[in-house]
């Protein structure tokens, strides 16, 4: 998560799938201000984890994209230009899931785009 915070991603939310998937425990779902900061926070991410000895199973999305989806088997980080992930709205699909609560800078808690 700190590599995230590093390259500015905000607004992220833990959900806790755990009882309501069969794929995966956790979806961790942050927020860019572009489409070259979710290139930018998805690399910094895979590099923190591989660092650690953990590769992704797979990657979706990356280049150019508006979104990119980051499979650890157990956690799926999806990373979303801002106004896509307001547009799919993981977090309403999965409204009965549990939201984890996380330590936020307050400045990346929530913020308000021009």
């Known amino acids: 998560m700190a590599a995230a915070f590093t390259k500015n991603a905000y607004q992220p939310v833990l959900l806790d799938v755990t009882s309501l998937s069969s794929y995966a425990d956790f979806i961790l779902v942050l927020s860019a201000r572009s489409v070259r900061q979710v290139e930018a926070i998805s690399e910094a991410i895979q590099h923190e984890l591989k660092a ?63």
Not at 53 to 80: A, C, K, M, S
Request: aromatic letters at 10%.
């Open 52 to 114: 650690g000895g953990t590769d992704p199973l797979g990657v979706e999305g990356g280049r150019g994209g508006q979104w990119t989806l980051l499979d650890y088997n157990d956690v799926v980080i999806h990373v979303f230009h801002h106004p896509i992930r307001e547009h799919y709205d993981l977090e309403g699909f999965w409204s009965d899931a549990v939201r984890i609560d996380l330590e936020v800078p307050p400045e990346l808690r929530v913020v308000q785009l021009a």
